[in-house]
């Protein structure tokens, strides 16, 4: 990016990254304009489980940006009381399949300092008295206290709202906005309907888009971005707190009594048409329904109040994209899986390096120019660099 403060950014993305962002650079009394092609939220960030964490086996770099970004949770919460609705941190459970065992997660979650402890089935009702100790494995589970949730378009209202009270704008139902580049610099974004708005810098915050839109400047990034979809319970009479990831579903509360189930083996039932449209078997919804019902305590009657499908953004390594384009002066992208949880600090550490042009240490690892490394090495033949053998 320009060491130079830029003086209007345009974010493209109604999402939590791109709210984020927004909120950030107008804290910082930058002019900025976020531009979303529906409404805001209406994307990836209104359908997902947005379970915050740093769970499992990851890189040392990776975890310790989750860490910080759980810190920022924990700094809203404390700075905005009335997200406390809205933003939980009441734990998380999380037990093996059949077959399988969680002790080594385990342990490398302690080696790694993490909060993470060993509950025996029979100590399940004491830690979690709203999950039916009869349905978590045999061996046991791992309970994580620090772990919690978000509802995302709580969040995205609240950051919006500081964002205008600090000057931004917001431009909802824009349509499909691309970046404007002329001459190898990002100098605006052109609307769904030709209106152009020029700007210092660029960012690209557009979830499950952004590699197509990278790929019609250019720019090549690795993608998994699978369809996805989550299910909305109606609201249930008993309490749930605790967030559970099992082997067949995934469940957290919503503000409003309801709950949020997922699975990967529902994910992969869903169908895609020609046109892109998803279409999520009956039986899939109804089969994350009655795998929530086994796992709560008192296993209540669940019914589908509504579905959340669509694109769930996943880079091909798994990684987070975050940093400027390299090919583009004033171009900064963001994309990543785990949004929920990375979401206030990507904001904060994406607008810091585009207002100082001082690279964060701390998003080092999650460059783009990554996966050009990646090509060139995978470009070299095997052997290329051998020595000669003397005749």
Not at 10 to 21: D, F
Not at 183 to 197: E, N, P, Q, Y
Not at 209 to 221: D, E, I, M
Request: charged fraction near 20%; hydrophobic fraction near 45%.
């Amino acid at each position: 990016m320009s060491h130079s403060r830029p003086t209007h950014v345009v974010v493209l993305g109604g999402g939590i990254l791109g709210a984020s962002t927004t909120a950030q650079l107008a804290r910082q009394g930058v002019e900025v304009t976020l531009v979303t092609a529906g409404a805001l939220a209406d994307g990836a960030s209104g359908r997902s489980i947005a379970w915050l964490n740093s769970s499992g086996d990851r890189s040392a770099a990776y975890h310790y940006l989750r860490l910080v970004a759980l810190d920022r949770y924990r700094t809203w919460r404390e700075q905005h009381p009335g997200s406390r609705d809205y933003l939980r941190f009441d734990g998380a459970l999380k037990w093996a399949a059949e077959g399988e065992s969680f002790r080594r997660t385990f342990e490398f979650e302690r080696a790694k300092g993490y909060d993470s402890v060993w509950v025996d089935r029979a100590d399940v009702a004491r830690i979690a008295p709203d999950v039916d100790a009869s349905a978590v494995a045999e061996e046991g589970a791992i309970f994580n206290a620090g772990e919690g949730w978000v509802s995302l378009p709580d969040l995205i209202t609240d950051l919006i709202a500081e964002a205008t009270a600090a000057g931004a704008k917001v431009v909802e139902h824009a349509g499909e906005a691309t970046v404007d580049v002329q001459s190898g610099v990002a100098v605006g974004v052109v609307l769904g309907d030709g209106t152009r708005l020029a700007a210092d810098a660029v960012v690209l915050a557009t979830g499950p888009s952004v590699p197509a839109q990278l790929a019609r400047l250019g720019v090549t990034v690795p993608d998994a971005t699978p369809a996805a979809f989550v299910v909305f319970t109606k609201p249930v009479d008993v309490e749930h707190r605790t967030v559970l990831n099992t082997p067949r579903v995934a469940v957290r509360p919503t503000p409003d009594g309801r709950l949020v189930l997922d699975a990967d083996w529902a994910e992969q039932s869903v169908q895609i048409a020609d046109d892109g449209t998803i279409t999520v078997p009956e039986a899939s919804v109804q089969g994350l329904l009655d795998e929530a019902s086994k796992v709560l305590a008192g296993n209540p009657r669940l019914e589908a109040d509504c579905i959340g499908a669509g694109l769930k953004p996943i880079p091909g390594d798994g990684d987070p994209v975050a940093g400027p384009v390299p090919s583009i002066e004033g171009l900064y992208a963001l994309f990543t899986h785990s949004g929920a949880t990375l979401g206030l600090a990507l904001g904060e550490l994406a607008a810091e390096e585009i207002v100082t042009g001082s690279p964060s240490p701390v998003l080092e690892a999650f460059r783009l120019e990554r996966f050009e490394t990646e090509a060139a090495a995978e470009a070299v033949p095997t052997g290329a660099w051998a020595p000669v053998a003397e005749q």
